[in-house]
């Protein structure tokens, strides 16, 4: 150091001093900006609600706020005017017991009367009478030859073989299917309610039974929807089994249409799971939200959800700035449309004119979605972007008449199953997993089409046991007649 000039020596000091420090400045505002970055992204998931995504209305927070609503003025409630809804009388002969009741003296000057009134007011009261089970008891006798000793026992017919009879199990696959019990549940409803000792072993085995039983209506099921030529599907999370103690990842698939609505649970999420679903043949239109999973099929033939669409561009609105502007500006065209959708579906609009109309709302739509990609912050641009990849498939029922333009349908199908889920966290294993997306299909097939489900399940429980024809879930199915058990 020595010739060195002190200031020089300080200089370089300084300098050193001065490059960490400028290091340290740009590395505490990166770290400064990844920490913006992520407490953008947590507001941003704070804010999220049923509004302006994906995320059912349960799980809002209260106090959300909801979107409001126009007032009427008018109080909750039946309005004057409104057409009534009584209770039917049964027909005389549907009467099982009849209480005359004659007046005897005059309310007035109480005297005596005598006759009948030809048109009585009538009255009904519904009564269930004491619930029990029928027993029957096979006995099996066993003979021996007189010639040979040989010993011979008669044996129980096949579809006796079960200690349960066809009604029994046909209810206790209801209570789980259609009113959502669990087999502990089921076990003590079959106790309290006909006095039948069940454990829950054998409402399990009752389903596995029923399963096995429903395998040819399901399949007829399915290929009624693979060949139909509009339907509606969606999808929701489900758990299959567990593994130290966490559940396995599935998920719960649905495939609609007016009359028939099928129901499969798998492992995964693919396309290959709608594919199969729906059949690689399917030639319909296809209502469905913006999942990739859907896109291996025909974008001319593919319909999108406009409910998902109005919780994306609310997104854009709630995030602000410009993607914000552009949102508000795409759902003033999505409020247009849908009141002159409303009216075609009412029959006050001609399918032509609304066709005419909707030329310039497809344009400014489009033109919206394009300004967001280029212009609007990352998120929105982004979303902008996934929705132009589809943007043949927003306006099919527009040029289809009877599309739907949201898929509502679908997602009121398997709410059903949905409610299910939330209280018996799945199913166990692939055996339970068949047993609910049979049941399902059943159930809300049937009621698709105001048939008994006790009944079918019944005789399809009936038929099984005996190597019969099936019933069906088709729609006016000719299926083959059977007494149904007291």
Same mark, same amino acid.
């Given at each position: 150091?020595?010739?060195?000039?002190?200031?020089?020596?300080?200089?370089?000091?300084?300098?050193?001093?001065?490059?960490?420090?400028?290091?340290?400045?740009?590395?505490?505002?990166?770290?400064?900006?990844?920490? *913006?970055?992520?407490?953008?992204?947590?507001?941003? *998931?704070?804010?999220?609600?049923?509004?302006?995504?994906? =995320?059912?209305?349960?799980?809002?927070? &209260?106090?959300?706020?909801?979107?409001? =609503?126009?007032?009427?003025?008018?109080?909750?409630?039946?309005? &004057?005017?409104?057409?009534?809804?009584?209770?039917?009388?049964?027909?005389?002969?549907?009467?099982?017991?009849? +209480?005359?009741?004659?007046?005897?003296?005059?309310?007035?000057?109480?005297?005596?009367?005598?006759?009948?009134?030809?048109?009585?007011?009538?009255?009904?009261?519904?009564?269930?009478?004491?619930?029990?089970?029928?027993?029957?008891?096979?006995?099996?006798?066993?003979?021996?030859?007189?010639?040979?000793?040989?010993?011979?026992?008669? &044996?129980?017919?096949?579809?006796?073989?079960?200690?349960?009879?066809?009604?029994?199990?046909?209810?206790?696959?209801?209570?789980?299917?259609?009113?959502?019990?669990? *087999?502990?549940?089921?076990?003590?409803?079959?106790?309290?309610?006909?006095?039948?000792?069940?454990?829950?072993?054998?409402?399990?085995?009752?389903?596995?039974?029923?399963?096995?039983?429903?395998?040819?209506?399901?399949?007829?099921?399915?290929?009624?929807?693979?060949?139909?030529?509009?339907?509606?599907?969606?999808?929701?999370?489900? +758990?299959?089994?567990? =593994?130290?103690?966490?559940?396995? *990842?599935?998920?719960?698939?649905?495939?609609?249409?007016?009359?028939?609505?099928?129901?499969?649970?798998?492992?995964?999420?693919?396309?290959?799971?709608?594919?199969?679903?729906?059949?690689?043949?399917?030639?319909?239109?296809?209502?469905?939200?913006?999942?990739?999973?859907?896109?291996?099929?025909?974008?001319?033939?593919?319909?999108?959800?406009?409910?998902?669409?109005?919780?994306?561009?609310?997104?854009?609105?709630?995030?602000?700035?410009?993607?914000?502007?552009?949102?508000?500006?795409?759902?003033?065209?999505?409020?247009?449309?849908?009141?002159?959708?409303?009216?075609?579906?009412?029959?006050?609009?001609?399918?032509?004119?609304?066709?005419?109309?909707?030329?310039?709302?497809?344009?400014?739509?489009?033109?919206?979605?394009?300004?967001?990609?280029?212009?609007?912050?990352?998120?929105?641009?982004?979303?902008?972007?996934?929705?132009?990849?589809?943007?043949?498939?927003?306006?099919?029922?527009?040029?289809?008449?009877?599309?739907?333009?949201?898929?509502?349908?679908?997602?009121?199908?398997?709410?059903?199953?949905?409610?299910?889920?939330?209280?018996?966290?799945?199913?166990?294993?692939?055996?339970?997993?068949?047993?609910?997306?049979?049941?399902?299909?059943?159930?809300?097939?049937?009621?698709?089409?105001?048939?008994?489900?006790?009944?079918?399940?019944?005789?399809?429980?009936?038929?099984?046991?005996?190597?019969?024809?099936?019933?069906?879930?088709?729609?006016?199915?000719?299926?083959?007649?059977?007494?149904?058990?007291?």
């Amino acid at each position: 150091m020595a010739g060195l000039d002190p200031r020089d020596v300080r200089i370089a000091k300084l300098e050193a001093l001065l490059e960490a420090a400028l290091k340290r400045i740009a590395h505490l505002e990166e770290e400064n900006r990844q920490l *913006r970055e992520e407490n953008r992204q947590l507001k941003e *998931r704070l804010g999220l609600n049923s509004s302006n995504s994906s =995320k059912p209305p349960s799980s809002d927070a &209260p106090g959300t706020p909801r979107p409001p =609503k126009k007032r009427t003025g008018r109080g909750p409630g039946g309005q &004057p005017g409104h057409k009534k809804h009584e209770r039917r009388l049964l027909p005389p002969e549907a009467v099982q017991h009849v +209480v005359e009741l004659v007046p005897r003296q005059c309310k007035g000057c109480r005297r005596r009367l005598v006759g009948r009134d030809c048109e009585p007011r009538r009255h009904q009261v519904v009564e269930v009478p004491p619930l029990s089970a029928i027993v029957t008891e096979y006995r099996s006798h066993a003979l021996a030859c007189g010639a040979c000793g040989t010993l011979t026992r008669e &044996p129980v017919p096949a579809h006796a073989r079960s200690a349960f009879g066809e009604r029994l199990g046909a209810l206790a696959s209801l209570l789980v299917g259609k009113y959502r019990l669990s *087999r502990r549940l089921v076990k003590d409803a079959l106790s309290d309610m006909l006095g039948v000792d069940v454990s829950v072993g054998s409402v399990v085995n009752l389903e596995g039974e029923m399963t096995d039983a429903l395998a040819p209506a399901v399949a007829g099921a399915r290929a009624y929807v693979q060949a139909a030529d509009k339907a509606h599907a969606d999808e929701t999370g489900w +758990v299959e089994g567990r =593994k130290e103690g966490r559940g396995h *990842r599935a998920w719960l698939w649905v495939a609609a249409t007016a009359r028939v609505v099928v129901f499969h649970i798998a492992r995964n999420r693919s396309g290959k799971v709608a594919q199969a679903l729906l059949g690689k043949d399917f030639l319909g239109i296809l209502t469905t939200d913006r999942w990739s999973g859907y896109d291996w099929y025909d974008k001319g033939l593919r319909q999108l959800c406009w409910s998902h669409l109005t919780r994306d561009f609310q997104g854009f609105i709630d995030r602000g700035g410009e993607g914000g502007r552009l949102g508000t500006r795409l759902m003033r065209e999505r409020n247009r449309f849908f009141k002159w959708w409303h009216r075609v579906r009412d029959g006050t609009l001609a399918q032509s004119d609304f066709e005419q109309r909707m030329k310039k709302v497809r344009r400014t739509v489009g033109r919206r979605l394009r300004q967001a990609e280029a212009r609007a912050e990352k998120k929105t641009a982004g979303m902008a972007r996934e929705i132009l990849q589809l943007e043949e498939c927003l306006w099919t029922f527009v040029d289809v008449p009877g599309i739907e333009p949201t898929n509502n349908f679908g997602e009121q199908c398997i709410r059903h199953a949905v409610m299910y889920r939330k209280t018996s966290f799945g199913t166990q294993g692939p055996e339970g997993s068949r047993f609910i997306e049979r049941i399902f299909t059943a159930v809300s097939t049937l009621k698709r089409q105001e048939r008994g489900v006790l009944d079918f399940l019944t005789d399809t429980l009936r038929t099984h046991r005996r190597g019969l024809p099936p019933p069906s879930l088709l729609p006016l199915a000719e299926a083959p007649q059977f007494a149904n058990a007291a």
